[in-house]
Every structure is written in structure tokens, then in C-alpha cells.
């Protein structure tokens, strides 16, 4: 039958899935499909699908069912996937262990469930885990043609900024020498090299940087990827006015970096600054503390980007901002 389909690159298909199925857009009731390196996902409303995502008509057979968590439990629950371990997010115990066991006798293949016990707190933004199911807390996550190793428990790692991660990255060039100041375990710093950038990748959190040590190999960059434990104010003038491209994912604090953002900033250098801000003024505050960092070069907003709602009226932006000597 044909259907209206997102079609994407076969090795981006589970990526470019959950975030439809974020949205409540993909049709269960027809097959997912692959052919000839794409894989194509039946949508329930083409108009509704962001505009990023490229639409076709394509035959989507109906679907023989596969039992599914909704399935068993008469309403759709919200979890997150990263490989095989499923993140929830529910503060009733009873409902959440209901969701884990649901999970755990779908067609999902997942071998762990997690509710999040605490909020991102510490140095190294890590969480508290109540284990529903399975033991594990290690895992191996795909987005956009990337591996990645992590341990949930360990390290901070976000699924739901996958399609950010991609949008920035892709505008990355070979030979570019990109400084990526809060690295974690490489989803900016591993597709960056892949594109062919030279990256230094910092991260204070020990655990974190051994996997992206890790994911460097696996995903065949090593040579491209300077991994890097140490607070990224101790290292910047080791490598003073070096970078072409700053990535500063730390949001609620990435303000206290910006001397050493400066520092490392070439004559000419794009920085990727995320911010969380109150929506009536949601990229003021963040152009106003690059600007008074980088007083002593031309700077030049050339982006303002909404990524997600993070909290009732905030909102967690991104901000490309232009240094020029």
C-alpha cells in the first residue's frame, strides 16, 4: 500500500525512528521497510513531520503484529531507548515497574530498564538509576552512522539531541580544527572527526573520556581525536588561538567558560553555544556574555537555534557566534 514515508539513510534509521516516535508520527500499523540503503517509516501525518525529514510515497506493507509495551499495557508509555537499555522517567513505582515489565515481555530487544532517580547533579552531570530490570547500565547507542559506548550510570549522555548533534556536525569541514569543551563520550567530537576534522576533545569526568577513547576506535578516528581529561580552563593555552570551531554544550553553566573559549579561539572561529533561558529572552543573556568575553574581536551572531523545551518557559538554545580578529 502506498503511504506517505520518511526515508533516510539506512544507518540512521533507529535514530531518525525514535525521534518520529517522540512526536507520536510513526504508523504502527504498517512495516518499516529497507531498500537499496534506505530504510523508509510510515508516517500517520506527513504535514506534522518536521521539516528536516525528507517525505516519499513508498509501499508500507501492513504490519504483522508484534507485541509492543503499549500493547500490553493499554496506553503508550514514554521511555527512552539507548541500545539496549531503556530509560524511564516515572514517579509513580508501581506504574514504573508495570512500564519495565511491559518492556521486558514486548518485542523490544532490550536487556536493562532504568528510572531516573535523581536530576543531572555533580561535575560530572550523572544521575541516580533505580534498575526496574536486568543489571547492566553499559551500552552501545547508534546515531547517524556513529557507535557509541557508554554506562548510563557513569557519564552524561542525552538521546534527545541526536538530530542537534547531527544538525551542527554536519556543517563541519574536513581540516577544520574543532575544540569540543565538554566532550563526554564524542557525539559532537566522533562525527566531527569522521567529517574529517583534527578535534580536541576535553572532558573533566574520567569514565567519560576513556569511552570516548573507546568510541574513537570504534568508529575508526583515532588518529583524528585528541582525548583530553582535565577541566578545559587548565588546557587552554596549550593550545591558544588553535581552534576553528568551539563546542560549548554546557548549558546551564558554559558562561563561566568563555575566557577560555577566547583563549582558544583562532582569527577566525564559530563558536556552538547552548544556553537554557527564560523563553521572553531566551538568546539575550548568552550574546551578551560572549560578547563582553570576546571584547577585542568582531563578533557576529549568525544563528539563534530553539532546540528543546527544557522546562516550563525555559527554553535550551544555541547560539553561532563568529569571532573575528
Not at 585528541?226 to 588546557?235: M, Y
Amino acid at each position: 500500500m502506498e503511504l506517505p514515508c520518511v526515508r533516510a539513510a539506512r544507518e540512521n534509521g533507529e535514530t531518525v525512528r525514535a525521534a518520529l516516535a517522540e512526536r507520536e508520527l510513526v504508523d504502527r500499523g504498517h512495516e518499516i521497510t529497507v531498500v537499496d540503503g534506505w530504510i523508509f517509516i510510515p508516517v500517520t501525518d506527513s504535514e506534522a513531520v518536521p521539516d528536516q525529514y525528507t517525505i516519499v510515497t513508498h509501499d508500507a506493507p501492513a504490519r504483522e503484529t508484534q507485541v509492543m509495551p503499549a500493547d500490553i499495557l493499554g496506553f503508550e508509555p514514554t521511555y527512552e531507548r539507548l541500545g539496549d537499555v531503556v530509560l524511564v522517567d516515572e514517579d509513580d513505582p508501581e506504574c514504573a515497574e508495570r512500564i519495565a515489565a511491559a518492556v521486558m515481555d514486548s518485542a523490544l530487544p532490550v536487556k536493562t530498564v532504568l528510572n531516573r532517580a535523581s536530576k543531572v547533579t555533580g561535575e560530572f552531570r550523572t544521575r541516580e538509576w533505580d534498575h526496574l530490570a536486568g543489571d547492566s547500565t553499559e551500552t552501545v547507542h547508534r546515531e547517524y552512522g556513529c557507535e557509541f559506548a557508554l554506562d548510563v550510570a557513569a557519564v552524561y549522555f542525552s538521546p534527545r539531541l541526536a538530530t542537534e548533534r547531527h544538525r551542527v556536525t554536519e556543517t563541519i569541514a574536513a581540516g577544520e580544527r574543532v575544540v569540543d569543551m565538554f566532550a563526554g563520550v564524542g557525539p559532537f567530537a566522533i562525527p566531527a572527526a569522521k567529517r574529517g576534522a583534527e578535534v580536541v576533545a576535553v572532558d573533566l569526568n574520567p569514565a567519560a573520556v576513556d569511552y570516548l577513547r573507546e568510541n574513537a576506535r570504534r568508529n575508526d578516528v583515532p588518529e583524528r581525536i585528541t582525548a583530553i581529561e582535565s577541566d578545559v580552563r587548565t588546557v587552554a593555552e596549550e593550545y591558544e588561538n588553535w581552534a576553528d570551531r568551539l563546542v560549548m554544550n554546557l548549558p546551564h553553566s558554559a558562561d563561566e567558560f568563555l575566557e577560555a573559549a577566547v583563549c582558544l579561539a583562532g582569527e577566525d572561529c564559530l563558536i556552538h553555544y547552548y544556553d537554557i533561558q527564560h523563553e521572553s529572552d531566551p538568546y539575550g543573556p548568552g550574546e551578551r556574555a560572549v560578547r563582553a568575553a570576546a571584547e577585542n574581536y568582531e563578533v557576529t551572531v549568525e544563528a539563534r537555534q530553539s532546540v528543546r523545551s527544557y522546562a516550563p518557559h525555559e527554553l535550551n538554545v544555541r547560539l553561532d557566534v563568529r569571532l573575528r580578529a
